[in-house]
């Protein structure tokens, strides 16, 4: 069993309240792997079958914490801070493109999963995901792509892409704010339901954004989210995949993730009333679309 969480930050992060404050009360145990010769944080939580969580661009494994609770209350979950991400190291050496963060996740499989796991990626997370597991068959049980880059060509709405060139440049509040509403349903209604934990969530933004990685992070996005993997490439996933989208997504747009259920046959679950982050905007329409992902998948197994 996975202790409640505790501090053990990797080495080269800033001390940060705003983080102390994302992850109190979350239900996992934060630790620290060098994998890839890259040091990271990773969140631990709960029992059963398990299942890798892998977040957006810019964002950290606390982005997760709306779903954990229900999520390891079913699941051994782990959930990384990508490199360059949150308190992960940026591998600094300029080696940080597709082939290392492949063979990061490789060994991160490798250190903390006893089967082939669930693994679900959001944005850069799901580009990640599913260039995994096109090159490694059989190391992954499930695939669980929500809102994922790498699909197709990145072509976002003109005001998504104004705002998000516009925090890059001028990380603050007020560039922040504007980008959130475009990835955000709602950004009113998130903001009063994640309650304390809305000023630390932009700090602790805000401070990673700011900080020398954020340079890597772009290159990352630029290399490995932004161009679309290959269709022959996509094709030789051998895992059950399945497509998770917010209806009212600005950055990857609903019809691209029509396209691949259509070409691939991988089933689609539309959230109604979310943008590009499903799994914050509508926390429970998310779980329920991956408990039946998990439950579907696992009848489908029993029949064969």
């Known amino acids: 069993m996975i202790r409640p969480h505790t501090l053990d930050r990797a080495r080269d992060a800033p001390a940060s309240g705003a983080r ?53 209350a079913r699941h051994r979950v782990i959930a990384p801070d990508l490199p360059a991400h ?5 591998g600094d050496d300029g ?21 082939p796991p ?48 516009h ?24 903001r009063e339901s994640m309650g304390e934990r809305w000023e630390p969530f932009v700090a602790y933004t805000l401070e990673r954004a700011r900080a020398p990685s954020a340079s890597v992070v772009g290159r990352l996005i630029r290399e490995v989210g932004f161009p679309a993997i290959p269709v022959e490439e996509l094709a030789r996933i051998d895992a059950p995949t399945f497509l998770v989208w917010g209806r009212h997504d600005r950055a990857n747009r609903l019809a691209i993730a029509d396209a691949a259920s259509a ?21 429970e329409a998310f779980i329920r679309a991956l408990a039946s992902i998990v439950a579907g998948a696992n009848a489908a197994e029993a029949a064969a």
């Open 20 to 72: 102390e404050q994302l992850l109190s009360g979350i239900p996992a145990a934060e630790r620290r792997l060098t994998l890839a010769d890259i040091p990271t944080a990773l969140l631990e939580g709960g029992v059963g079958p398990p299942m890798v969580l892998l977040h957006g661009p810019g964002e950290f494994a606390a982005n997760w914490w709306r779903v954990l609770p229900a999520l390891t």
């Open 86 to 90: 949150g308190a992960s190291d940026g």
């Open 95 to 115: 080696r940080l493109g597709a082939e290392r963060i492949l063979a990061w996740l490789d060994e991160l499989i490798a250190r903390t999963c006893s089967t």
């Open 118 to 165: 669930v693994l679900v990626g959001h944005a850069l997370g799901g580009a990640i995901a599913a260039r995994f597991a096109a090159g490694h068959p059989g190391r992954v049980g499930r695939l669980v792509l929500v809102d994922s880059l790498g699909l197709a060509p990145f072509r976002p709405s003109p005001r998504f892409a104004l705002s998000m060139v």
């Open 167 to 190: 925090f890059m440049m001028r990380p603050n509040e007020h560039s922040y704010d504007r980008f959130m509403r475009q990835c955000s349903f709602d950004l009113d209604t998130l």
């Open 263 to 283: 070409r691939f046959g991988w089933p689609l679950h539309v959230i109604d009333d979310s943008a590009d982050d499903p799994a914050r905007d509508q926390p």
